[in-house]
Structure formats: structure tokens, C-alpha cells
């Protein structure tokens, strides 16, 4: 082969690898944005679905505890999930959510024996008072609707996480 | 692009300024390695900056998730406690149930295109108003605790 045509030949795989990197460098570049802004979306999510039970336990403590007035007789145990509550991080570091899982657990205890005490207090039955199952449900129906997204401005018929990624 | 290589594919480099003119050789060649550089591209970075896009929104999520669950939770005990007797106070729990799920807060209307809340959220806002008047009624000290 004459050196003339080896050369055109060497140029023409340099053409072809330039070419083959600029698409590697979109595609690349596309995926990523796509992927920081799907993980955004389920961050949202995730960490709203997370607090919103600790924000309605904080909601139903604030009137309790005006409620309560000065017979304080919820005030110990008030303050106790309080301090609780007040050292909850909101980042999702792996210390924070093990303290976060640690924690949360414990408000709940400690929020369910306030609801009992109320009842007593209040001397009715179970089926007139407020339970932890009951504030739950509220808390479920509010945070469990979506699956990883930020939803569209009224759409019926949102397609899930997973179909925008197929279509994508 | 090399002078040597004109004659098969055309210049894309005329010294006129006029519109450069790619012959359909070249194209099919650009093409052809660009697809496949480009699907290359998106399988080889998979997952990359998922994570970091997590991390970065949840503290975000956290707090929405926060002041949405205390709002409710403050109807809640108001409706157990004077619900019965105020018929708006109960609607407005109800209501509230609805307005405030996690589907009508994580809207995109409340977000910029790289899903950072643009101001105040109005449908959280909305809430904060209906709830501190209530609060106003039953517990008012309450009142100066909830933002604007």
C-alpha cells in the first residue's frame, strides 16, 4: 500500500474515533445530568416521606402541650420527645440516618405512651381517642402516593420512574 | 479536516464562509460512530452523580416533609379535640389531608428545572395561613410559631 493511502487511511480512524468521542462525551454528559436529577427527585421524596411522621408528632405535641397549660401533666414526657425530636439530622450521611432509624423509633414509644396517658385522662375508650395507628394512617395517606418523582402538573395518568427511564 | 481526505468527504473548512456542504459519505461515517460512541457514553457512566443528586434533595425533602407532617399533626389534635363542634375546623382537616400529600407538594411547578424550590412553597404557604387561624381560636401561642 502506498504511503499516501496510509495516511489517508490513518486520518480516516482518526476521524472515526473523534466522531466516537464527541457521542461518548454527549452521551455520557446527558446520562449524568439525567441521573443527578432522578436522584434528586427521589431525595425529595425520600426525605419528605421520612420526616412528615416526626413533623405531625411535633404538630400534635405543640397543642398538647398548650392544651395541657399549667397542669402539666404531659410536660415530662412532652420534653422527653422533644429533645428527642430536636437532635433529628436531615442530611442522609450514614451516621445520620443510623441516629435518625435510633431515634425514631424511640419518639414513637414514647409519643404512644403520651396518647395513652391522654386517653386515661380524657376517660374514654379506644375507639374515642386519638391513637398512634390513627395519627399513621393520616401520615401514610399523605406521604405514600408517589414512587420516586416530582410530579407533573395535573397529570392524570403519571408513568412511573421506571417507564421514564425506559423512555427515556 | 485534511485537504487529503476533500475529494471523498468535502471540506468543512471553505474559505468563502459559505455554507459548508457534507457529503452524504461523511455523514453516514459521523453518524455511524457518533450513535455509537453515544450509547457507549450513557451505559458507561450507569449510575454516576444518582447518589450525589439524592443526597443533595433529600435535606430539601426532609424539611418539606417536616413542616408539612406538624401542620397536619396541629389540625389533627385541634380536629380530635374541637372538630366535632367546628364544622370548619373539620373540613379544613379533610382538607388539608388532600392539599398536602406528598403529590400535590412535590410538584414541578414549585421547582426550577434542576428541581430547587423557586421561594416560598404556595401550596405549604396556603396552609400555614388556614392552620394559624385555627391556632388563633384554640391555642394561640402556637400562632407566632408557624412562618408565613
Known amino acids: 500500500m502506498a504511503e499516501s493511502e496510509l495516511t489517508g487511511l490513518d486520518k480516516l480512524l482518526d476521524l472515526e474515533e473523534e466522531f466516537y468521542n464527541q457521542g461518548f462525551e454527549q452521551g455520557s454528559a446527558e446520562n449524568v445530568k439525567h441521573n443527578y436529577i432522578e436522584g434528586k427527585q427521589y431525595g425529595l421524596q425520600v426525605g419528605f416521606q421520612r420526616y412528615l411522621l416526626l413533623g405531625q408528632i411535633t404538630g400534635l405535641l405543640d397543642v398538647l402541650e398548650v392544651l395541657d397549660g399549667d397542669k402539666k401533666v404531659f410536660a415530662k414526657k412532652i420534653e422527653s420527645v422533644r429533645s428527642l425530636l430536636s437532635g433529628v439530622k436531615m442530611d442522609n450521611d450514614v451516621a445520620s440516618v443510623a441516629d435518625y432509624e435510633n431515634r425514631f423509633t424511640r419518639i414513637k414509644n414514647k409519643f404512644r405512651t403520651i396518647l395513652l396517658l391522654l386517653q386515661k385522662q380524657l376517660k374514654t375508650g379506644p375507639e374515642d381517642t386519638l391513637s398512634l395507628t390513627e395519627v399513621e394512617r393520616v401520615s401514610l395517606s399523605i406521604a405514600d402516593e408517589i414512587k420516586g418523582r416530582v410530579e407533573e402538573d395535573n397529570v392524570g395518568t403519571a408513568e412511573s420512574l421506571q417507564d421514564q427511564v425506559q423512555n427515556w | ?148
Open chain 2, 1 to 148: 479536516m485534511s485537504n487529503s481526505l476533500d475529494d471523498v468527504w468535502g471540506s468543512d473548512s471553505d474559505d468563502d464562509g459559505s455554507v459548508v456542504q457534507e457529503s452524504p459519505d461523511f455523514k453516514k461515517l459521523r453518524d455511524i460512530h457518533f450513535k455509537r460512541g453515544y450509547v457507549d457514553g450513557i451505559s458507561g457512566s450507569k449510575e454516576a452523580k444518582l447518589q450525589e443528586g439524592f443526597d443533595t434533595a433529600f435535606p430539601l425533602g426532609s424539611r418539606l416533609g417536616m413542616e408539612v407532617g406538624r401542620l397536619i399533626g396541629i389540625l389533627q389534635f385541634l380536629d380530635f379535640k374541637y372538630g366535632k363542634d367546628d364544622e370548619e375546623l373539620h373540613g379544613d382537616f379533610q382538607l388539608a389531608q388532600k392539599e398536602l400529600k406528598i403529590d400535590r407538594v412535590l410538584i414541578k411547578s414549585m421547582f426550577d428545572s434542576d428541581l430547587n424550590l423557586m421561594g416560598e412553597h404556595q401550596v405549604i404557604s396556603k396552609w400555614r395561613r388556614i392552620v394559624k387561624v385555627h391556632c388563633n381560636k384554640y391555642a394561640a401561642s402556637i400562632s407566632s410559631t408557624i412562618g408565613n
